[in-house]
């Protein structure tokens, strides 16, 4: 049996937006499985339809088997949904918290002291365990609220965007417990912006844009895709340079059909077959042509040229700065780490 079987599935919302267009996807138990898009593409739209919070405007999904509309009931109770707002009340301790899950998702009263003591050893929140988790950092309250997604030991969890706005190291710390969680049977179904997190993580990535599932695969699937490595130069000189150095490689016969040649902010980027053997001679001839190199490196591609190539646009274009809420702002985790560069995701 599929953990997710969508087939055709459209929605659109009141005002006519078509936020998801004709996605399906079958999805075996125990997989992790990546869905992975800028802001805006539909994947919140997309999650909410499979965890029966929004009803397909056409098409049709079964989850664990249960069909989502005629079976709503059935299918919240066999999933774990981690929703991008947490569910957590600030003013209970992380120990009410999860409690307060048991009790909403019927777990048996004599089985949720164990179940709580396990799910807090696992998201290693014992330590805080009765402190108000309204005093936590970001990554505490994630790891609390993914805790609180699993006290029905659900067979498949949904996590939207789980590790966005914290910090990389936060963010590793829920990867770990996502990996254990998946080791354990659970199959995960999980949305992100980022590149990296989906290559770390998933077995099995689809790539959405714009409501439309552009690309699946996994993720050494999808880099192959790009078809080669990557040179990437970077040029004194400016704009004028970069578009030049662009022609002259777009024009030379160095590297054959399909290579492509894009300007970047620091120079020219060229994707072929023929990157390794062919980049030393186009050197030359930018040296020749009297442009002056700065740099130049030869890749295997990354997520982010996956997303390049089939969209024509960067994937981390979504979170802003003002998204991002530090983690460790409590001090209590993470001590106090600065919220870095949440993406990581270019590779470069
Ligand atoms: P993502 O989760 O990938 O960021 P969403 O599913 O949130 O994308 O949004 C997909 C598209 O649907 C966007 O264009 C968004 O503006 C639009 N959208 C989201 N929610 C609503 C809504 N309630 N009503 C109308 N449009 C919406």
Redesign the pocket.
């Given at each position: 049996m599929s953990a997710i079987d969508a087939d055709d599935v459209t929605l659109t919302?009141?005002?006519g937006?078509e936020?998801?267009r004709g996605v399906s996807l079958d999805i075996p138990e125990g997989e992790f499985f990546g869905f992975l898009?800028?802001?805006?593409?539909?994947?919140?739209?997309?999650?909410?339809t499979f965890t029966t919070l929004l009803c397909p405007t056409s098409g049709s999904v079964t989850v664990n088997g249960f069909d989502v509309v005629e079976e709503s009931r059935a299918v919240r109770e066999s999933i774990g949904y981690m929703a991008?707002e947490t569910s957590i009340d600030p003013e209970l301790t992380a120990r009410e918290n999860i409690r307060f899950a048991c009790e909403a998702y019927g777990v048996p009263r004599g089985e949720r002291a164990e179940r709580i003591d396990e799910l807090l050893d696992l998201v290693e929140l014992a330590a805080a365990a009765d402190k108000e988790s309204g005093e936590f950092s970001g990554g505490m309250k994630k790891r609390l609220d993914a805790a609180m997604a699993l006290v029905h030991r659900p067979p498949l969890v949904f996590l939207?965007?789980p590790t966005t706005g914290l910090d990389p190291k936060a963010r590793n710390r829920l990867w770990e417990y996502f990996r254990r969680i998946n080791e354990a049977g659970t199959t995960i179904f999980l949305?992100t912006?980022y590149l990296e997190e989906a290559d770390q993580l998933c077995e099995r990535i689809a790539v959405?844009s714009d409501?439309e599932i552009v690309a699946t695969g996994s993720p050494g699937e999808l880099k192959r895709r790009v078809g080669g490595e990557i040179l990437d130069i970077d040029l004194d000189g400016g704009a004028a340079a970069r578009e030049r150095a662009a022609e002259i490689a777009a024009d030379s016969d160095l590297f054959g059909d399909g290579a492509g040649v894009e300007t970047t902010a620091a120079g020219i980027t060229v994707t072929s077959r023929r990157a390794r053997e062919a980049g030393t001679d186009l050197l030359v001839a930018l040296r020749d042509d009297g442009l002056t190199v700065t740099g130049f490196n030869i890749r295997a591609p990354t997520l982010d040229d996956v997303f390049l190539a089939i969209t024509g646009d960067g994937a981390d274009g979504?979170a802003t700065d003002t998204d991002r809420d530090a983690d460790g702002a409590s001090g209590a985790d993470g001590a106090g780490t600065a919220p870095a560069a949440a993406d990581g995701g270019t590779g470069r």
């Open positions: 919302y009141a005002d937006t936020a998801v898009g800028p802001n805006g593409a539909g994947k919140t739209t997309a999650i909410k991008q939207d965007e949305t912006q959405i409501g979504g």
